[in-house]
């Protein structure tokens, strides 16, 4: 099992940044892509950005160019760079793995969540 820990979600203003974290920690083989998602009130949960051990990035069109998502393979961590924030990204963020279990099974497992509020 895989446990996600989230966390730097905080009230700011438009126009402003935060820096979200994810550390994935428990027994497994292999973490695989990691990243986060997000709900806002009464929508649907959506990608926000994802990253593969390799790197590579996968980004939503509403996010390009103002986030950016990076990964430290050492510290099975991730980070969130989230700058230019607008109030349409509050949201509750979630971290989510895709990783090889010790069993050698394919698993997904998500975080608790952060809220992350922009004011106008």
């Known amino acids: 099992q895989v446990q996600l820990v989230e966390s730097g979600g905080d009230l700011v203003q438009a126009g402003g940044s935060l820096r979200l974290s994810c550390a994935a920690s428990?027994?497994?083989?292999?973490?695989?892509?990691m990243g986060w998602y997000r709900q806002a009130p009464g929508k649907e949960r959506e990608l926000v950005a994802d990253?593969?051990?390799?790197?590579?990035?996968n980004y939503a069109d509403s996010v390009k160019g103002r986030f950016a998502i990076s990964r430290d393979n050492a510290k099975n961590t991730i980070y969130l760079q989230m700058n230019k924030l607008e109030p349409e990204d509050t949201a509750v963020y979630y971290c989510?793995?895709?990783?090889?279990?010790?069993?050698?099974?394919?698993?997904?497992?998500w975080g608790q969540g952060t809220q992350v509020t922009v004011s106008s």
């Open positions: 990253i593969t051990s390799g790197h590579s990035t």
């Open positions: 428990g027994r497994f083989f292999k973490i695989n892509t």
């Open positions: 989510f793995t895709n990783y090889l279990s010790s069993r050698g099974q394919l698993t997904n497992s």
